[in-house]
């Protein structure tokens, strides 16, 4: 019997041993959790910040774009008086060209109308060119009656 104790008592020896590692391996584990969820959270962290940062990035250019982009379109409308202000619009570069491109067609097409309605209402300069009557249509009494007083009144 007391070799079995013994034997027991070994067994219990090696037992506590081993638990005792497994505990030590556990807190060894909670200890890298904590350390990683500690990094985790700082990451995160650093990751709201950048967010933050792209954020104000983003803004300050969408801001920049708007402000070039309008004085591009104060520039365009400054070198082509033609155009109406009103015509032309747009947040990008690339919008105001298609801008001004339709605001330039459009103004196209109405001077074109305008100078064709100009060109169908002209009245010729001065009085028209002098003509004989046209007789045609007179019977031969009529015509003599107009030639005869014709006659008379330049001679």
Same mark, same amino acid.
């Given at each position: 019997m007391t070799q079995e104790l013994? /034997?027991?008592?070994e067994e219990l020896a090696a037992t506590k041993a081993e638990l005792e590692a497994l505990q030590e391996t556990v807190a060894d584990a909670e200890a890298r959790a904590t350390h990683l969820d500690s990094q985790l959270t700082q990451a995160n $962290?650093? !990751?709201? #910040? /950048?967010? =933050? $940062? +792209? $954020?104000?990035?983003?803004?300050? !250019?969408t801001a920049q774009l708007r402000s070039a982009a309008e004085r591009y379109r104060e520039l365009a409308l400054e070198q082509t008086p033609e155009l109406p202000a009103e015509l032309v619009s747009g /947040?990008? #570069?690339d919008e105001i060209d298609e801008s001004l491109e339709r605001a330039r067609e459009t103004v196209s097409k109405v001077r074109g109308h305008l100078e064709s309605q100009?060109? /169908?209402g002209r009245v010729p300069v001065g009085a028209p060119p002098r003509s004989e009557p046209d007789l +045609? =249509? !007179? +019977?031969?009494?009529?015509?003599?009656s107009y030639g005869l007083q014709h006659r008379n009144a330049t001679g």
């Open positions: 013994t /034997a027991t008592q $962290e650093e !990751l709201e #910040v /950048a967010r =933050g $940062e +792209s $954020e104000t990035r983003e803004q300050d !250019l /947040a990008t #570069v100009a060109q /169908a +045609s =249509g !007179l +019977s031969t009494e009529e015509k003599i």
